[in-house]
């Protein structure tokens, strides 16, 4: 095993991949989405929609509670269905999160149909959180993956968490309201699913080569 200095980690695997750039930026805008749902969905239902705090807790519990099956079956299709790619998975799922952050913002006076698009977009987000991160371990020589992770982590958890849901959408929506809100979380979607597309041919052909 070739052992690599700290300068060559950095340089040479992790800041000069572009593949990893993208995966770092698209995991910002996932993480923005899985945040700026999660966070401000009692807020949201509570003052926007007029629901009592119990109807938002619910809400809030079966978007985390539908993480568990929907993680461990985004995997499952990345590992058997797709032999190991990651990229297709992640688009699927986030294109299907798109869909569902449509109904949620459309119907939002239908209890039913906000809790089951809460409950989906739980379902189907989380899959692409993890499946980032293992696509990151992945594209990474071995004694570069943890800084490679931690990359996307830091993209994810300091821009798509701290600055892009909870500042970025707390000024949308104060300033703009909350229709603006959803529309920034369905282009953040978007983006997300570009930024991986970019690193889905090169994917494809690093699995052929691994098996090989």
């Excluded at 700290?6 to 698209?26: D, G, H, M, P, Q």
């Amino acid at each position: 095993e070739e052992v690599l200095t700290t300068r060559e980690i950095f340089f040479k695997y992790v800041l000069n991949s572009k593949l990893l750039w993208f995966i770092a930026i698209a995991n910002a805008f996932v993480y923005m989405v899985r945040y700026g749902c999660l966070d401000w969905a009692p807020t949201y239902l509570r003052d926007a929609q007029g629901y009592d705090i119990k109807q938002a807790g619910w809400a809030y519990f079966a978007y985390e509670f539908a993480a568990i099956p929907g993680t461990l079956i985004c995997g499952w299709l990345s590992d058997k269905v797709f032999h190991g790619r990651r990229a297709i998975p992640t688009i699927l799922f986030m294109a299907i999160v798109a869909v569902f952050i449509f109904l949620y913002w459309q119907f939002s006076s239908n209890y039913f149909i906000v809790t089951m698009s809460l409950i989906a977009i739980g379902f189907f987000i989380y899959g692409p959180v993890m499946l980032i991160g293992v696509q990151a371990l992945d594209l990474a020589p071995k004694n570069a993956a943890g800084t490679a992770a931690g990359l996307t982590g830091f993209f994810g958890y300091f821009f798509g968490t701290a600055l892009f849901a909870n500042i970025g959408l707390g000024y949308v929506v104060q300033n703009l309201g909350w229709n603006w809100n959803f529309i920034v979380l369905l282009v953040a979607c978007a983006l997300a699913f570009i930024f991986i597309g970019f690193t889905a041919k090169e994917e494809q052909y690093l699995v052929k080569q691994a098996k090989q």
